[in-house]
């Protein structure tokens, strides 16, 4: 079936350091790509979002890329803080109505 | 904050009973879309409504039905619940093809 999926369950860091977080995605016609952040006993958090139209987009201290040949997704992290600590999903948007979630890397950044 | 807010926080309910969840949408926004957040694992979609008219629906069952009011704000009802009925309820906001921004969510426990 369709679906969204990670890679890593976990992503274990150092303070200061770069992070990736990957996505690999199976439905090509999805057109709408957005990576949410959830931090314990939370709702998911807007990080970024990317269309298909476009290859890379940049936020604060945050890429995201999106590679539409091998349908894969990643999400960077540039000096990554203790704060960022949370589980962090890719979502699908598909029809314009329904997000299709995986299920989440968790990032733990130790100082 | 996203200006989504939820009601109630956390909810403890028996099998067999009804439960009513309530969401405001952040403002300016027609689209609520509700989803159900098992532990450990991604949110799944439940159904998104448009305009008061449902607008899209996952792979749940009649007993979870909503709303949508005239000032956009949404109720999730579940009737007959059952134990894996327990998990986060997320509330959604947005316009039309944008991003979603979610709310804190209800944890409804079922015993």
């Known amino acids: 079936g369709e679906s969204v999926g990670l890679h890593l369950p976990t992503l274990s860091v150092q303070e200061g350091d770069n992070s990736i977080i990957n996505c690999a995605y199976s439905?090509?016609?999805?057109?709408?790509f957005i990576w949410y952040k959830q931090e314990s006993g939370k709702g998911p958090q807007f990080i970024i979002d990317i269309r298909s139209n476009m290859d890379k987009r940049q936020g604060q201290r945050v890429t995201v890329l999106l590679n539409k040949t091998v349908k894969h997704l990643s999400l960077q992290i540039a000096a990554t803080q203790p704060g960022d600590s949370a589980v962090y999903f890719c979502a699908e948007n598909q029809a314009g109505t329904a997000l299709i979630f995986g299920k989440g890397t968790t990032l733990s950044v130790s100082s | 904050e996203t200006g989504v807010t939820q009601s109630p926080t956390h909810l403890i309910k028996t099998r067999g009973q009804q439960v009513t969840l309530r969401c405001s949408s952040q403002?300016?926004?027609?689209?609520v879309s509700w989803y159900q957040q098992a532990l450990g694992q991604g949110p799944q979609f439940i159904f998104q409504?448009?305009?008061?008219?449902?607008?899209g629906r996952g792979n749940f069952p009649p007993r979870f039905s909503g709303l949508q009011f005239p000032n956009y704000s949404s109720e999730l009802n579940v009737n007959a619940l059952e134990l894996d009925d327990s998990a986060l309820y997320l509330c959604a906001s947005s316009l039309q093809n944008t991003e979603a921004f979610f709310g804190q969510g209800t944890r409804l426990t079922v015993v």
């Open positions: 439905n090509s016609a999805s057109d709408y």
């Open positions: 409504y448009y305009r008061e008219e449902e607008n």
């Open positions: 403002s300016g926004h027609n689209t």
